[in-house]
């Protein structure tokens, strides 16, 4: 392994850089962040409102051949609805990381794994853009962050 060199003094911008290049054996792995706010729009050819029951692709993708192992999501504010509405994740196929999830899973604060990902990791033959689908009903509310965990495959 490197050796990580001490950050004092003059030059201390350029030896963490050589810190961070040392570290190129944990390159591989890499989390993808994004957001889905119900207050803007997706990312669609024709952008959509993110609270209409419908597939919401966001403005992320992950890339070709990555293995996609884990992932998370944290509720910054409470996914509402008038109605019984549901939210799901997918990359490739229908429900793919989160499994469409009722908004009583989907509280202020709330901390939610990528379960379905977990159990049954997905390799990617093409990018693929994240999607969040919304159904049942429209949402009132609610905006909350995912982070994909991805390694490069080949």
């Known amino acids: 392994m490197s050796e990580?060199?001490?950050?004092?003094?003059?030059g201390w911008l350029k030896?963490?850089?050589d810190n961070f290049q040392s570290l190129a054996s944990l390159a591989g792995l890499h989390v993808t962040k994004f957001t889905f706010d119900a207050?803007?729009?997706d990312n669609a050819e024709e952008?959509?409102?993110?609270?209409t029951v419908a597939a919401h692709p966001m403005a992320v993708s992950i890339p070709d051949n990555a293995i996609v192992i884990s992932g998370h999501v944290d509720v910054i504010a409470?996914?509402?609805?008038?109605?019984s509405a549901t939210v799901a994740i997918s990359l490739v196929a229908d429900n793919d990381l989160l499994t469409a999830t009722?908004?009583?899973g989907l509280t202020e604060g709330k901390q939610l794994p990528m379960a379905a990902v977990k159990t049954t990791p997905i390799k990617l033959s093409a990018e693929k853009?994240?999607?969040v689908t919304v159904g049942t009903a429209a949402l009132t509310a609610g905006k909350f962050d995912g982070y994909i965990v991805w390694m490069e495959g080949a």
Do not use: C
């Open 4 to 10: 990580i060199k001490s950050l004092s003094g003059a």
């Open 15 to 17: 030896d963490a850089d």
């Open 39 to 41: 207050e803007a729009n």
């Open 47 to 51: 952008p959509a409102s993110n609270k």
């Open 78 to 83: 409470a996914v509402t609805s008038g109605g």
């Open 102 to 104: 009722a908004l009583t």
């Open 129 to 131: 853009a994240v999607t």
